[in-house]
């Protein structure tokens, strides 16, 4: 069974909700604490043996781009200075053997759309997909705990899922159980009323799928805004191929929402022994 070796980063959105301080900086650039939300991601990524980084992004973004470039200016000023932590933190920036590609979302037609993009950077094989706005801090790897379970289960789709009080079941996709299996996915809904969700199981930005959702993605009808969305066609492959859930180990917290950014920033700061 091929292992999973390569992440897409969808970074392609404008980042309204930061505004004024996403105008000109990626969201996905914001520190939490003194490290980009991006870095947090790829770095996941890499501690689950993942070497192929896949950034689908906008022209705009080219600060992420520029990230996980080496600077040999700034490395030469700091090692003239005899600054060698700083130095080895800014050589650490990329994972060894990291191979990092980008490829620009030419319009923003949602995360289906996005994920599509990076086919022939991904090709026949099976991927993962990391949302940078959902930060995990897990004792190993989140995305590491979704591959596992796949070598584990022979194959078949990945999703990683937790709790939700119900009144927030609006905000994402809502999967409903296998009754003989519940490890095993029988729908999804996105974004439902809290009245007509079929649980409370809501699924995060941590995805492994087989390359068949590509076939899926490329069936979607497009939505609302002409958006290409991820969920149809993950409840679309469910006729073919076994979704399976992780309920993860470690925290999340939800860096797209203002709330959940300076959550995640004090509970970072407390683990470097900053007092909050």
Do not use: W
């Not at 009080?165 to 439902?192: F, H, M």
Request: glycine content about 10%; hydrophobic content about 40%.
């Amino acid at each position: 069974m091929q292992p999973v070796r390569t992440a897409v980063f969808p970074v392609a959105g404008l980042g309204t909700r930061f505004l004024p301080a996403t105008k000109a900086i990626p969201k996905e650039m914001l520190p939490v604490v003194d490290k980009p939300l991006i870095q947090y991601a790829v770095e996941e990524a890499a501690r689950a043996g993942i070497t192929n980084m896949v950034f689908v992004t906008s022209p705009s973004k080219k600060a992420i781009e520029d990230h996980f470039k080496p600077s040999p200016e700034l490395e030469e000023e700091l090692e003239k200075k005899g600054k060698k932590d700083l130095l080895k933190l800014v050589r650490g920036i990329c994972p060894k053997g990291a191979v990092f590609s980008f490829i620009e979302q030419g319009a923003p037609l949602g995360l289906g759309h996005a994920v599509l993009c990076a086919q022939k950077a991904v090709g026949n094989e099976p991927f993962a997909v990391i949302l940078p706005d959902d930060l995990v801090d897990a004792p190993e790897s989140c995305i590491g705990e979704l591959c596992e379970l796949r070598k584990r289960s022979g194959g078949g789709n990945v999703i990683a899922v937790e709790n939700v009080p119900r009144e927030d079941t609006g905000k994402y996709g809502i999967v409903s159980l296998n009754a003989q299996d519940p490890a095993l996915v029988a729908g999804l809904v996105e974004k439902p009323k809290p009245q007509e969700a079929p649980s409370t199981l809501a699924v995060i930005g941590r995805y492994v799928f087989e390359p068949g959702l590509f076939e899926e993605l490329k069936k979607v009808r497009p939505g609302v805004g002409g958006e290409i969305q991820l969920t149809d066609a993950m409840a679309s492959s469910l006729r073919g191929t076994p979704m399976r859930i992780c309920r993860f180990k470690g925290r999340r917290f939800d860096c797209g929402s203002k709330q959940g950014f300076i959550a995640a920033t004090v509970h970072f700061a407390r683990k470097v022994g900053f007092a909050v």
